[in-house]
């Protein structure tokens, strides 16, 4: 099996509605535990630099924070807003 992006293991907070990090299998797992779970005989991940090449733009010009962490806006933990929504 053959993935066309790297794995995701951030949520996206910019309109695509995505699990918590603890909902990600990619952001707990290696490939080859993602392999075992999925029952595939190979498990292989586009890497985020071939992703953005493929583009041929420009990568800065692409939000890529689900795939790396790296928020363009901060955001709180994710810990910190279950709490609140605890706390409400």
């Known amino acids: 099996m053959r993935i066309s992006s790297p794995p995701i293991q951030w949520p996206c907070y910019y309109g695509i509605d995505t699990p918590t990090r603890r ?3 990619g ?7 993602i392999q075992r779970y999925l029952g595939a005989d190979s498990l292989g991940y586009l890497s985020l630099e071939g992703m953005l090449k493929a583009t041929g733009s ?3 010009q692409f939000c890529h924070a ?16 279950q709490l609140r929504l605890f706390d409400s």
Do not use: R
């Open 23 to 25: 909902e990600l299998i």
């Open 58 to 60: 420009d990568p800065n």
């Open 27 to 33: 952001s707990s797992h290696k490939v080859d535990e």
């Open 66 to 81: 689900c795939f790396t962490g790296q928020y363009q806006v901060g955001f709180e933990s994710e810990e910190l807003a």
